[in-house]
Nanobody
Framework: QVQLVETGGGLVEAGGSLRLSCAAS????????MAWFRQAPGKEREFVAQ????????SYADSVKGRFTISRDNAKNTVYLQMHRLRPEDAAVYYC????????????WGQGTQVTVSS
């Protein structure tokens, strides 16, 4: 089993920056990639960014390209999401997810961390 714990959420003014962290523990060898999703009130959960665990290949939602950066520290089993130029529409609960190399689904999820952006 894999456990994911997110930290770093909070309140920030529009235009500001915030960095989220996601620490993975347990059977992390079964993770092919890590991703961030977000869910705003009344909206469906949406993909934000992904990074492969080995090669570090990244992908982003169009809405965050050029503003958000996903990175990883394999030694610490931690993934980061650096967010710049935050907008009110970025406010959401941000979830860290692990892509299982066995099922190729996001089988592992953190509890989420709230990001609030004031206008």
């Amino acid at each position: 089993q894999v456990q994911l714990v997110e930290t770093g959420g909070g309140l920030v003014e529009a235009g500001g920056s915030l960095r989220l962290s996601c620490a993975a523990s347990g059977r992390t060898f079964g993770i092919a990639a890590m991703a961030w999703f977000r869910q705003a009130p009344g909206k469906e959960r949406e993909f934000v960014a992904q990074i492969t665990w080995s090669g570090g290949t990244t992908s982003y939602a169009d809405s965050v390209k050029g503003r958000f950066t996903i990175s990883r520290d394999n030694a610490k089993n931690t993934v980061y999401l650096q967010m710049h130029r935050l907008r009110p529409e970025d406010a959401a609960v941000y979830y860290c997810a692990g892509l299982s190399s066995g099922t190729w689904r996001y089988d592992y999820w953190g509890q989420g961390t709230q990001v609030t952006v004031s206008s």
